[in-house]
């Protein structure tokens, strides 16, 4: 996709393109007060996120417990200070709006929220994104769950959906009691990966006195914001021809960017249709919300729902008329049973440098791991699959966890 993804305000069009140079035209046609300042970032940008990409890949599991990765983390801090100082942008006047344009990025790319501060190093790496030609992949997430799903079962693996786990026993060995279509049932395994993100991840598991320093370290990554989407079925004349596929509409560039002011559009393109009729598109427009879906009532998320498409009439003046379909019980239905599995934006109790690894995917206990997007929350949805990969890798080859 070509622009990749474009960032919206009332009164600036930013598309992101795949060629750098085209991409810092772009800005400083928006911003032409600000062109040296722009060219600085971007191609810090380009130099950083190579140079990130780098390190995340040398980051992987296996890794954890070699002594010397802090010794290479020392040789490496004057880059990572430079490279961490060198994302301050400079200046005054609308130069807080070419900011707001990056915040809008982030806010979308990563999982932690930075909240005014500095952005954390893995920012130059979500930034360059487009660039290397890399982006959320046409179908969204689902296109993702859907083929790993399909090589878990044909690889010998079971899903089970629908099913409530009552009881973890992980000594000598893993025994897991459920109840599953209305039966009781007990999975036996060596090795148990469990989301960092599960709602009975404290209760059933880390009552044990083992994991009060791992519950310590996980109660300082503190969701700020959740999202909630709402899905619609649209007519394609309602949808400009030049909307990108990503989009984020930006409704108020002087306030916050959480609390319904920034609006993230995914639409379907006109060939899937797998997705949508002919003549028509899918459309889902995420917010994010101070609190949790599950914490307000139908009647606030049907407030949210309808403000949504109120916010989106500023950009899209003909949805309203084009709506073909929309459930909204059904997208507040979803909001709340997908709260554990989507990511949240979260904030840390210190301010965060490089933002690659933020919690480890090892436990107190050898035969129990850790995944979920919070653990690399700065690599927003590529920390989610690289969390897995680490947590598999670690399961697979069963090494003995110390020190926590």
Request: net charge positive; glycine share 8%.
């Amino acid at each position: 996709m070509n622009p990749a993804i474009q960032v919206m305000l009332p009164n600036h069009r930013i598309d992101l393109f795949h060629n750098l140079e085209q991409l810092i035209g772009d800005m400083i046609r928006e911003f032409p007060k600000h062109e040296r300042e722009i060219r600085r970032f971007y191609h810090t940008v380009d130099k950083a996120g190579a140079l990130v990409g780098r390190w995340i890949g040398k980051s992987r599991a296996g890794q954890w417990h070699d002594n010397g990765k802090i010794f290479h983390r020392v040789l490496r801090l004057t880059a990572i200070i430079a490279g961490w100082f060198s994302l301050i942008i400079r200046g005054t006047g609308d130069v807080e709006t070419f900011r707001r344009v990056i915040e809008a990025q982030l806010t979308i790319l990563s999982h932690l929220h930075t909240n005014g501060a500095p952005f954390p190093l893995t920012a130059v790496y979500l930034l360059s994104l487009p660039q290397r030609g890399v982006y959320y992949p046409l179908g969204g997430r689902s296109a993702w769950v859907n083929w790993l799903r399909k090589r878990f079962s044909d690889a010998g693996g079971v899903l089970m959906d629908n099913c409530s786990v009552m009881r973890i026993d992980t000594k000598p060995d893993i025994n897991v009691d459920l109840v599953h279509a209305g039966a009781s049932a007990t999975l036996r395994g060596k090795r148990l990966i469990v989301s960092a993100q599960w709602e009975k991840l404290k209760p059933l598991l880390f009552q044990q006195k083992i994991f009060r320093r791992l519950v310590h370290k996980l109660n300082s990554l503190c969701p700020i914001v959740y999202p909630f989407c709402l899905h619609l079925g649209v007519r394609s004349g309602g949808l400009p021809e030049q909307l990108a596929p990503y989009a984020v509409w930006v409704r108020d560039e002087t306030k916050p960017l959480t609390d319904q002011n920034l609006v993230y559009i995914q639409t379907s393109r006109s060939d899937e249709k797998e997705r949508a009729p002919e003549g028509r598109r899918a459309l889902c427009a995420t917010v994010f919300l101070k609190n949790s879906p599950m914490m307000l009532t139908d009647q606030e998320l049907s407030g949210v729902a309808k403000a949504i498409i109120d916010s989106l009439e500023g950009l899209l003046p003909f949805l309203r008329e084009s709506i073909d379909y929309v459930n909204i019980e059904k997208s507040i239905l979803l909001a709340r049973r997908s709260q554990e599995i989507i990511n949240r934006k979260y904030r840390t109790r210190k301010g965060v440098m490089i933002g690659i690894d933020t919690l480890s995917p090892i436990t107190p206990l050898p035969n129990v791991f850790l995944t979920g997007g919070i653990l690399r929350a700065g690599l927003g949805f590529e920390g989610e699959i690289l969390a897995g990969m680490d947590a598999a890798f670690l399961a697979g080859r069963g090494i003995k966890n110390h020190g926590l």
